[in-house]
């Protein structure tokens, strides 16, 4: 008998929905038993539904092929089936605030990928190698919602996870100024090079509110419970420009830094690869061994080399050195799709599962 958490992917036939429905293949803790989309999609099989527009390496999973796909709108009737939903969906930022909630109040705890209640004061916005105490917040947000086990929680924007998980290991040197320049791959706009041509051998220097976040929810991440809301950190200034470029998966940064105590080079590489977090503590089936891995090849990290580094989740760093204007600059590349958006979501589950705050209903 099967002693898995049955789950519900809400915008299963998307990018990111694809990309959760192939993590939670075999997954031990976790069974996808159903899926929701748009009205157009509902009723239909998911393996219909999604026809042509399957976008994973991985063939689209046996299990799921003959699920009939429902309505995300139909709350309700989604709800009764799960113990909790992933949220993937592409919906207005008002839309997927109020879908969300809708989902908690039923009692179904959602974990979501998507940015509308990441400054929700109460919903918590977690990785959790970082900010793990940040759930602590979800007992003030079910007093607001009436609830008991339902909630909201959020992982944060794919372009910060290949900088922000390194300034968390550097936080003992009190970094104060950051400078950094995203390099984005064209699956963090849900797309392939088949359906956006344009971006073959092209760059273009701007994404919709990418700079605002990559800006302000490391802030976030660092941030504290203060009469039951999340308040974010003061310091240190970030300010980022986010470009668009032609690869397929991988989200590059390159960053500089200036500390208030300066460290030396051999110090920042040590807690890099020292750092690790509640994840690699619980062994979490998700959690990579290793979560930051330095590169002292010059050449180093590389999307084609190093994106799947420890499946997707961990964080690949290299090109450290000293500044001329700033303390010390590098470079950092992580999974975008993976640990920056559908991986991220899962194992902020599992810890949410490990800590008791989901179970099942
Ligand atoms: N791609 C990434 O790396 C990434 C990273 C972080 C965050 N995000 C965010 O995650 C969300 C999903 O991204 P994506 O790239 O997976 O988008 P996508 O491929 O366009 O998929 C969107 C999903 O939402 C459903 N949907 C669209 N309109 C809907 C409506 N009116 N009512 C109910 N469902 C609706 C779609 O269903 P149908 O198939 O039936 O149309 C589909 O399942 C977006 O909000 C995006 O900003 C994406």
């Known amino acids: 008998m099967s002693q898995k958490l049955r789950v519900g992917i809400l915008g299963g036939t998307g990018m990111v929905g694809q990309r959760f429905i192939s993590l939670l293949e075999n997954h031990p803790w976790f069974e996808v038993v159903t899926i929701a989309a748009s009205p157009r999609s509902a009723g239909k099989t998911y393996e ?153 051998e092209n760059i273009i220097p701007y994404i919709g509110g990418e700079e605002e976040k990559s800006e302000q929810e490391p802030l976030r991440l660092w941030g504290s419970i203060e009469d039951g809301e999340i308040v974010k950190a003061q310091s240190p200034v970030i300010t980022c420009q986010c470009i668009r470029v032609p690869v397929l998966d991988g989200h590059t940064a390159a960053v500089f830094v200036s500390f208030d105590k300066k460290p030396a080079k051999e110090e920042l590489i040590d807690r890099l690869v020292n750092f690790k977090g509640l994840p690699q503590e619980l062994n979490l089936p998700s959690a990579p061994k290793q979560f930051i891995q330095y590169l002292e090849e010059d050449n180093r990290p590389q999307v084609k080399m190093d994106v799947n580094f420890e499946n997707g989740m961990g964080i690949s760093v290299g090109r450290l050195r000293e500044d001329t204007v700033y303390d010390y600059k590098f470079v950092g590349l992580s999974h975008n799709t993976v640990r920056g958006a559908a991986g991220g979501a899962v194992l902020c589950a599992e810890l949410l599962k490990a800590q008791g705050y989901i179970q099942g209903k």
């Open 48 to 200: 219909d539904a999604v026809g042509d527009r399957w976008k994973m390496q991985t063939p689209m999973p046996e299990a799921v092929k003959n699920l009939v796909v429902m309505n995300v709108n139909e709350v309700e009737k989604v709800a009764a089936g799960v113990d909790f939903v992933f949220s993937a969906v592409d919906m207005t930022k008002e839309e997927i605030k109020a879908i969300e909630e809708a989902y908690a109040k039923t009692e179904t705890p959602v974990v979501s990928n998507n940015s509308a209640h990441r400054w929700t004061p109460d919903v918590p916005m977690v990785i959790p190698e970082i900010n793990p105490e940040h759930f602590e917040v979800i007992k003030f947000q079910r007093q607001r919602l009436g609830t008991k086990r339902g909630f909201v929680a959020v992982k944060p924007n794919c372009s910060i996870q290949s900088y922000a998980p390194v300034l968390t290991a550097w936080r003992e040197f009190v970094p104060t100024i950051v400078v950094a320049t995203t390099y984005q791959a064209i699956s963090g706009a849900g797309k392939t090079f088949k359906d956006w041509p344009e971006m073959i």
